[in-house]
């Protein structure tokens, strides 16, 4: 499928995005309204992410220490992972699963835009320890934020439905991050129909998959006509194919929790 097609098809799923995001505005309640417009998000993810992972809607991330997540919009995960618990649609999966975090606002103001970054950045903390050591001569690690990782870590990007100016977001969004380490920014920020803020490496003037030390903020506008939906299934797919893991352990989960008692044995003949 060539470029030209590819826009032309992302052009009529923005349409369509925007056309059942206008009508869940009938939502007299904002509960309701703003689940649909995660689900609509939720759908979009599916369609354009790497196989071998997929998104979750209405979710919580624990630690084998006992860490909780405030609930997550939409969490990317290892499409092997084993939720500890899913009721009604609503699940708890271990961290060492999630591979991403996305939040996704109606209408992105300050406040809102605070609140995701809050929420990644306690996401992007959050230990991933549960694995079960394989020998393997070769050791696997991940470059991000900075930092050299033996998981990958948890990536947090931000998708709206409508704001004010980017330029605005891109202020509140530098403010934020002034006063925070680089491993807590999150990735980008997407609004449909107007643009995107990511970031641009120090060294190399290239725009990153993730933030790292002295990186500026850039703001992209939407091509006139088109949406950002092109450049986000581009992004994600180029963002989450590089996702893995290591065995997951869920030894750790059950802690001391007692597993039986041994009554008899029998030795060999």
């Given at each position: 499928?060539?470029?030209?097609?590819?826009?032309?098809?992302?052009?009529?799923?923005?349409?369509?995005?925007?056309?059942?995001?206008?009508?869940?505005?009938?939502?007299?309640?904002?509960?309701?309204?703003?689940?649909?417009?995660?689900?609509?998000?939720?759908n979009f993810l599916s369609s354009y992410l790497p196989a071998h992972v997929e998104a979750v809607h209405n979710a919580e991330i624990v630690?084998?220490?006992?860490?909780?997540?405030?609930?997550?919009?939409?969490?990317?995960?290892?499409?092997?992972?084993?939720?500890?618990?899913?009721?009604?649609?609503?699940?708890?999966?271990?961290?060492?699963?999630?591979?991403?975090?996305?939040?996704?606002?109606?209408?992105?103001?300050?406040?809102?835009?605070?609140?995701?970054?809050?929420?990644?950045?306690?996401?992007?903390?959050?230990?991933?320890?549960?694995?079960?050591?394989?020998?393997?001569?070769?050791?696997?690690?991940?470059?991000?934020?900075?930092?050299?990782?033996?998981?990958?870590?948890?990536?947090?990007?931000?998708?709206?439905?409508?704001?004010?100016?980017?330029?605005?977001?891109?202020?509140?969004?530098?403010?934020?991050?002034?006063?925070?380490?680089?491993?807590?920014?999150?990735?980008?920020?997407?609004?449909?129909?107007?643009?995107?803020?990511?970031?641009?490496?120090?060294?190399?003037?290239?725009?990153e998959r993730t933030p790292s030390p002295g990186a500026s903020l850039v703001q992209i506008d939407a091509w006139e006509g088109d949406d950002?939906?092109?450049?986000?299934?581009?992004?994600?797919?180029?963002?989450?194919?590089?996702?893995?893991?290591?065995?997951?352990?869920?030894?750790?989960?059950?802690?001391?929790?007692?597993?039986?008692?041994?009554?008899?044995?029998?030795?060999?003949?």
């Open positions: 499928m060539s470029h030209e097609k590819l826009r032309v098809i992302l052009s009529s799923v923005a349409k369509r995005m925007r056309a059942d995001f206008d009508q869940s505005k009938v939502f007299k309640h904002n509960g309701e309204a703003g689940t649909s417009r995660e689900v609509l998000v939720k630690t084998s220490s006992g860490e909780v997540s405030s609930q997550c919009d939409i969490v990317v995960v290892d499409r092997g992972a084993l939720p500890l618990t899913s009721l009604e649609g609503y699940r708890i999966i271990p961290n060492e699963c999630v591979y991403g975090l996305i939040e996704v606002k109606t209408n992105l103001a300050k406040v809102d835009l605070i609140d995701a970054c809050n929420k990644i950045s306690k996401a992007r903390q959050m230990e991933k320890t549960a694995y079960r050591k394989v020998p393997n001569p070769i050791r696997r690690t991940t470059t991000a934020y900075g930092r050299t990782y033996d998981h990958f870590p948890t990536s947090g990007i931000i998708v709206a439905f409508e704001s004010g100016k980017l330029e605005t977001l891109g202020n509140h969004l530098m403010e934020w991050c002034s006063t925070r380490q680089v491993h807590e920014w999150p990735d980008s920020v997407w609004v449909l129909g107007k643009g995107i803020l990511q970031w641009r490496g120090k060294e190399n003037g290239l725009l950002v939906l092109l450049p986000l299934a581009l992004h994600l797919n180029v963002h989450f194919s590089e996702a893995w893991m290591h065995p997951l352990n869920l030894m750790p989960y059950a802690g001391s929790t007692p597993l039986g008692t041994i009554s008899r044995i029998w030795d060999p003949l």
